[in-house]
């Protein structure tokens, strides 16, 4: 009754999408939690996270690309017009590989899964994505970026907040990773002004060792984690500063 329901919604909503923006000519994203967040989401009929078991977490990963593929092609029906741009949002793989999700009971933590198989995972359903540019999200300090760029994603999306392995993001960049970095909250905050959000993010990048006149081509800024908080006028605020703040990178 559920899936069914679920379908009629979806339906809905694909319908109003054509109606609405069939013409639509640009980006397009499409957001979809990455396998293993959802294998450390998702409960067995046993109460175990689905991570705990290597059989279920071969079928979320097989079903997620397949899923995906399918949802790529209704979409794109939907808006034959536009580019199709898809990002995994992955919170909690670095939980998955330290041994940190929790168990039923909370009292315990499951088993860390080995790197090779996460990888393996992330990979077969970014390939999913075909021809359509990819991007992983993590929202967590400790996301281990190369074994996130092996993968393959076209860009990786990231809190500049947070601390990362310096070695591991100059190898994404040169690399030609590019990177999506949440500069400003994604909730109601005051924020500063655009060439302060711009002079941060110079002075990131000279700590990195690059030429700051490669900065505007290989970054994009966001807010953090998106705006799903955000009241509309402060999305609107936001979104207003993050232009004025690219425009000062681009001026050099």
Do not use: N
Not at 121 to 132: C, F, I, P, S
Not at 173 to 179: K, S
Not at 213 to 236: I, N
């Amino acid at each position: 009754m559920d899936l069914g329901r679920t379908r009629d919604l979806w339906a809905r909503d694909l319908d109003a999408l054509a109606q609405e923006a069939g013409d639509y000519r640009g980006w397009f994203k499409i957001q979809i939690a990455g396998p293993w967040t959802l294998a450390a989401g998702v409960e067995l009929h046993r109460g175990d996270k689905a991570v705990a078991d290597a059989g279920a977490c071969r079928d979320i990963v097989e079903s997620l690309a397949a899923g995906l593929v399918e949802h790529l092609a209704v979409v794109g029906r939907a808006l034959p017009y536009a580019d199709l741009v898809v990002q995994l949002d992955e919170p909690s793989l670095p939980a998955v590989l330290r041994g940190g999700v929790r168990t039923a009971s909370g009292f315990g933590q499951l088993d860390a899964l080995e790197e090779p198989v996460v990888e393996a995972g992330l990979r077969t359903v970014l390939e999913a994505a075909g021809q359509a540019p990819t991007i992983v999200h993590c929202c967590a300090s400790d996301l281990p970026i190369e074994l996130v760029r092996r993968t393959g994603p076209t860009a990786l999306s990231l809190d500049l907040s947070l601390t990362f392995a310096q070695d591991e993001m100059g190898v994404a960049i040169e690399a030609g990773t590019g990177l999506l970095l949440g500069v400003v909250p994604g909730t109601d905050s005051h924020l500063p002004k655009p060439l302060s959000t711009a002079d941060r993010l110079r002075s990131w990048w000279r700590r990195l060792g690059f030429d700051p006149e490669e900065l505007p081509g290989a970054v994009s800024l966001t807010p953090t984690c998106g705006l799903a908080g955000a009241s509309p006028a402060y999305a609107s605020v936001c979104m207003a500063h993050l232009h004025a703040a690219g425009r000062e990178l681009a001026a050099g």
